[in-house]
């Protein structure tokens, strides 16, 4: 085992270099400068060429690359085309409200899905497998923009009881508790298409392990069914849901961008698009990058609990 | 059945030397460290007309050989010569056009035929593919092979799943005979079908082999099956050939102790016949990765002495080859 | 051994019922039967295709033209405007029925483009294996590290929001899925003995892998691209919704909420809204019931 997950990591190197190259190419390749944005009546030719040399843009693009590809392995990912900031500084304030949203989200999601799932296989065809599987399709089939827009309308502007978007309260201290009713909505939201999918996931992986003999030889033996379901039957039902972790935190970055767009959240996702919108290419590149290797990282751990969780997995 | 001298005989294949090795990897970089010896070292010359079976257990390399022979799993080491060609050197254009005189019938026919393909399609396709008749003409050569291995034309719009296993095994045996081969390696082609399906096939691979002057080289895992097809029987033993002769010399006359042993898991049906000395195998097969020194047989012939345990033997003999250092009869 | 006449075993009852049974019984009807027994599939199926025909058909079943001012700023709905009018006076309907075409385009473009990278990609892989199938699945690896909808954000912002760049971005981008399961289902096709008779019998690889070997890996890609569709139509939606995607004037169901992100549309035009959200939903849920009803069915483990 030690040697697949050796080999598991070697393999993510090119992976990672590939990651490397491509997010800075593409953004790089792209028309128009950053310079342009400075461009006023009053700008000189003189001043424009100036600025392109200070910003390092008359370099050939491989210059650009590796220069940039060293800055980053010091942790240095420039400085943004908008601010003037280090992108570093940028991006590392905002990593926390988004990694407290995508967490809850992903925490709540799975609360709701796993025993919902459980549930709806083991009473199969009944009036709760229907509904479950009816919500979770709505779940699953819902963008985010519009289940954001009913939630503010429903909870915020009818019931008054949430508030309609960013992290604080204007001018009040903040604490714990505002920052948690901030929270709910975009949380639910991002939240719901990850738990559908994980019903359904639950539902059949839980569905193929009921099906087979060594759960019927625990039934007769006479164990209680609710060891048969949770000993023998979900814990090898959960085995395969590793697997989609990986995929759900893709799943989750992209949500992030459209849900904190909607509720003004102060994370990664609305950077992004303020980014796009001031074509700040250092931090687009820095955002893009960070979200690869959190989901290349996600996607090794998932891959090195799965073989550490199930025994059938050949090594090679 | 043939009663032509050997030395007037042509060779249509010739197997030189024989090398099948499977590497076995591990580690994080899949470093090889070892090698399942499938076929190692495996010399046979088929002659045109004949039918040669090769017979041993599961696991001896039988069936290696016979893919190895048509070049679906190209061989690691030897030289697979047919009709004066080595197949090994030809270009894929060349290869292809050779495989149509060499062909394969395979032992599963639930899996040996496309699922998706009509019977038709199945069997227009070969002489499609070559360009070998004029399109005009497929249709009715379709008809007529299906009827020669004893379907009817009104198969031809149906799926392989509504056929039987005797029935697939015979549009098996028809798409490698539309292309008219010169050799058709039967890969247990009856193993997988009842014990009544297997005679019917049987006697129709034997007529066929008349009406159009075939050459077999056919794999079995018992000598029951292949006593009635072949000329000549070749035994196999972890990778090697360790007995060849005529089909009769075999029977009445086998040399080699695991032949014998062998003939003794085929019943004879007439008990006064049961006279033969009993030799009876001790243990299982040893793995092909890790074969015994000298001869590969010794760890389970009740006759084995100081020498078959350091030194391999070769084989001998001209009509009647066998490798052993004690032969019996 | 009785050795029986080589003309013999047509009596064999099994082929004699399924002759009955007729030869056109085949693996298609067998899949439609499945899938009809499942209700909402049928349903998902019946709703799409009535979006579809609403999308061909826009021009005779639209109240007025989509582009033109009807009627007041945002008025609600009326006997005339049956859905009400948007913010420049245009009928909310009309827009609403000729947004469809754009979702469909890129749900059917963006997918078939993919389809078919994917699909060449993984044979590939598949056939040939070794160090091309090394080079291949890393490059999958490094696509699917990518969250999705923010590096297709940054691509169209690149090459300039409109519906071809969108359907071009996310038929580039969506391979890696397909690309894999082709590659997976080659991988067990490829030691079949049928696609070995083909070796044997001198095919070509183009042949074989296309002929033979694709046509069974059939059905998991069709799963996939039905599900792709809905997945290809929300990401149009989410672009157009944050204003990188289809542009105004040209009526997308994601640009017509865009709108819905001031307070005052929000809170008292919902009619504004709710129906192009509603179409989204609609249309991106009947795909995936089709999707679900289309994977039960063609699943082989309930194939005998």
């Not at chain 2, 026919?109 to 004029?134: F, M, Q, V, W």
């Not at chain 2, 000598?223 to 050939?241: E, N, Q, T």
Request: glycine share 8%.
């Amino acid at each position: 085992m030690f040697q697949y997950i050796v080999r598991r990591l070697l393999i993510a190197i090119p992976v990672l270099f590939g990651v490397t190259v491509f997010s800075f190419f593409i953004v790089n390749l792209a028309p128009g400068n950053p310079v342009e944005m400075f461009v006023n009546p009053d700008t000189t030719q003189a001043d424009i060429e100036l600025k392109k040399e200070a910003l390092g843009l008359n370099d050939p693009i491989y210059v650009q690359y590796v220069r940039w590809l060293g800055n980053l392995v010091q942790g240095d990912f420039g400085y943004s085309f908008s601010t003037y900031e280090p992108v570093l500084n940028m991006v590392s304030s905002r990593i926390g409200p988004t990694l407290l949203l995508m967490g809850t989200a992903l925490f709540v999601a799975y609360l709701i899905a796993i025993p919902i799932g459980v549930l709806s296989a083991t009473k199969q065809y009944s009036w709760l497998d229907y509904l479950s599987t009816s919500v979770s399709f709505l779940g699953i089939s819902i963008p985010h923009f519009f289940l954001g827009l009913g939630f503010i309308y429903i909870f915020a502007v009818q019931m008054h009881s949430l508030p309609t978007g960013g992290m604080n309260t204007l001018g009040s201290e903040g604490g714990f508790s505002d920052t948690f009713k901030h929270l709910i909505m975009p949380a639910m939201v991002l939240a719901a298409g990850i738990a559908g999918r994980m019903v359904r996931y639950v539902r059949s992986s839980m569905l193929d392990i009921l099906g087979q003999d060594y759960l019927r030889t625990a039934r007769s033996k006479g164990l209680r069914e609710f060891f048969v379901i949770n000993k023998h039957g979900f814990r090898n039902a959960l085995i395969p849901i590793i697997t989609v972790i990986g995929i759900d935190v893709s799943v989750l970055i992209g949500g992030a961008v459209v849900t904190e767009q909607i509720f003004q959240w102060p994370g990664l996702g609305q950077l992004t698009i303020q980014s796009i919108g001031s074509r700040d290419y250092p931090t687009l590149m820095a955002i893009n990058f960070l979200a690869a290797i959190a989901v290349l990282s996600s996607n090794l751990l998932a891959d090195i609990f799965y073989s550490v969780a199930d025994p059938r997995i050949k090594y090679d | 059945m043939s009663l032509i001298k050997s030395d007037e005989r042509t060779p249509l294949l010739e197997v030189q030397n024989l090398k099948k090795y499977f590497p076995i990897k591990k580690g994080i970089i899949s470093r090889t460290v070892g090698q399942v010896k499938a076929v190692d070292g495996l010399n046979l010359t088929i002659y045109e007309g004949e039918t040669i079976s090769l017979v041993g257990e599961s696991g001896c390399g039988k069936s290696t050989t016979g893919r190895a022979i048509v070049q679906l799993d190209p061989q690691t080491e030897g030289k697979v010569i047919f009709k004066g060609k080595e197949l090994s050197t030809l270009s894929s254009m060349e290869l292809r056009k050779i495989r149509t005189d060499l062909q394969i019938i395979f032992q599963d026919p639930y899996s040996s035929l496309n699922p998706r393909k009509r019977i038709g399609d199945l069997l227009a396709e070969p002489l499609l593919a070559h360009k070998l008749t004029d399109k005009s003409e497929v249709s009715r050569k379709v008809d007529d092979i299906l009827e020669i291995v004893g379907l009817s034309k009104f198969h031809k719009s149906r799926y392989p799943h509504e056929f039987s296993g005797g029935q697939r095994q015979r549009i098996g045996i028809a798409r490698a005979l539309i292309l008219q081969p010169k050799l058709i390696v039967c890969d247990e082609p009856v193993s997988a079908l009842d014990v009544s399906i297997q005679a019917q096939v049987l006697n129709l691979l034997k007529d066929l082999q008349k009406e159009f002057q075939l050459t077999y080289l056919f794999i079995a895992h018992g000598l029951g099956v292949v006593k009635y097809i072949s000329d000549r029987i070749a035994v196999m033993y972890l990778g090697k050939i360790v007995e060849l002769a005529k089909t009769e010399d075999i029977f009445k006359n086998p040399r080699h102790p695991y032949t014998q042993a062998l003939l003794h898991a085929y019943p004879i049906p007439n008990p006064h016949l049961r006279s033969r000395e009993r030799i009876v195998m001790e243990g299982d097969v040893p793995s092909p990765a890790n074969p015994p020194k000298g001869c590969s047989f010794h760890a389970r012939c009740p006759l084995a002495q100081d020498i078959c345990r350091s030194q391999a033997p070769a084989l001998q003999g001209d009509e009647h080859t066998v490798a052993c250092h004690f032969p019996l009869g | 051994m009785s050795m029986a006449n080589v003309n013999t075993e047509k009596d064999i009852p099994l082929s004699n019922v399924q002759a009955q049974l007729g030869a056109e019984e085949s693996y298609m009807r067998m899949i439609t039967k499945r899938f009809l027994k499942h209700k909402l599939a049928v349903l998902g199926l019946i709703v799409f295709c009535l979006i579809i025909l609403s999308a061909v058909f826009a021009p005779l079943i639209s109240p007025s033209d989509p582009y033109e001012i009807s009627g007041e700023f945002a008025a609600a709905p009326s006997g005339e405007h049956m859905l009400g009018t948007d913010q420049v006076g245009r009928d909310l309907l009309s827009r609403l029925i000729y947004a469809s075409r754009v979702s469909l385009s890129v749900g059917v473009g963006a997918v078939a483009i993919y389809v078919v990278i994917g699909t060449v990609l993984g044979a590939i892989a598949g056939y040939f294996g070794k160090w091309v199938d090394m080079v291949i699945m890393r490059l999958t690896d490094v696509f699917m590290s990518f969250p999705y909808l923010m590096v297709i954000l940054v691509l169209v912002s690149i090459m300039g929001p409109d519906l071809y760049n969108i359907i071009i971005v996310l038929g580039l981008l969506g391979w890696p899925a397909i690309c894999r399961i082709v590659r997976g289902s080659v991988l067990s096709i490829k030691e079949m003995d049928y696609v070995k008779a083909g070796v044997a019998l001198g095919y070509s690889t183009p042949k074989i892998v296309f002929q033979h070997i694709l046509p069974n890996c059939l059905a998991p890609i069709l799963v996939n691209a039905t599900f792709g569709i809905a997945q290809a139509i929300i990401m149009e939606a989410s672009l157009s919704f944050l204003g990188m995607g289809v542009q105004p004037p040209t009526a997308s169901w994601g640009n017509m909420l865009t709108e819905a992100q001031s307070l005052t549309v929000l809170s008292s035009q919902p009619w504004l809204w709710v129906p192009p959200g509603m179409m989204i939903l609609l249309a991106v849920l009947s795909i995936n019931f089709m999707g679900d009803g289309l994977r039960d069915a063609m699943d082989p483990k309930s194939l005998k």
